[in-house]
């Protein structure tokens, strides 16, 4: 079984719409990210949380929410969806020490 | 200022050639690692090799060799007798500490596209 899952795997909604990825792990680790990624533009982070108390804005939080329910799960929330935010989004995990990060299988969202 | 650049957006190459990805860093710790990903079509990112800043040895693994230079600020990956299988977007990271711990910065991608 994966380490790091989420789902769904392919989402298509309309705009305005609520929506929630959702991220688990197997890995036993304390920190974890969501990424979105965009043709040309790479990988880039939207939130993370170093544990369950913790929540920490990335580089390109705004219109997304995020909550860490456990360890083991993190959820990204669009609260109202708009087509600018059709992406891939990748959850993400890494252990305290933060050296190395494994990634989920990632969710290709469309906004219509 | 990008952390990590990675200059070629998209190159080809017939089979079997080999080829090289570049990969340029900025850091001013002296502790980081550099990291390679493959993301195939299907579209998981797959972690090829980390490497910490005080091990300058290249590394080969197979038909994959990474050749780490500080000197140049590059971690430049090259895929000899390429196959069509390599076909993939390739990214180059960079994990350095930040106030809370390792921050990951990635490049933009290299597409990389093995013509049967």
């Known amino acids: 079984d994966a380490d790091v899952t989420q789902t769904p795997r392919n989402r298509i909604t309309k705009t305005g719409k609520r929506i929630m990825l959702e991220c688990s792990q197997t890995k036993g680790h304390d920190r974890m990210y969501w990424y979105r990624q965009d043709p040309g533009l790479g990988l880039r982070l939207i939130y993370y949380s170093f544990d369950v108390k913790d929540i920490n804005k990335g580089e390109i939080s705004d219109g997304y929410s995020v909550s860490r329910q456990a360890q083991a799960k993190f959820s990204l929330s669009l609260e109202s969806a708009i087509p600018n935010q059709t992406a891939l989004y990748f959850c993400a995990t890494s252990d305290y020490r933060g050296e190395t990060q494994y990634f989920g299988p990632g969710t290709r969202l469309l906004v219509l | 200022a990008q952390k990590v650049t990675q200059a070629q957006t998209e190159i080809s190459v017939v089979e079997k050639e080999d080829v090289t990805l570049d990969c340029v860093y900025e850091?001013?710790?002296?502790?980081?690692?550099l990291f390679w990903y493959k993301q195939p079509p299907s579209g998981e990112l797959v972690f090829l090799i980390r490497r910490n800043s005080f091990d300058e040895q290249n590394e080969i693994s197979g038909r994959y060799s990474w050749n780490f230079q500080k000197s140049t600020s590059s971690f430049n990956f090259t895929i000899t007798a390429s196959q069509v299988v390599d076909s993939a977007v390739y990214f180059c990271?960079?994990?350095?500490?930040?106030?809370?711990?390792?921050?990951?910065?990635f490049g933009t991608g290299t597409s990389l596209t093995v013509i049967p």
């Open positions: 850091t001013r710790d002296t502790t980081y690692y």
């Open positions: 990271a960079l994990s350095e500490a930040g106030p809370t711990g390792n921050q990951f910065y």
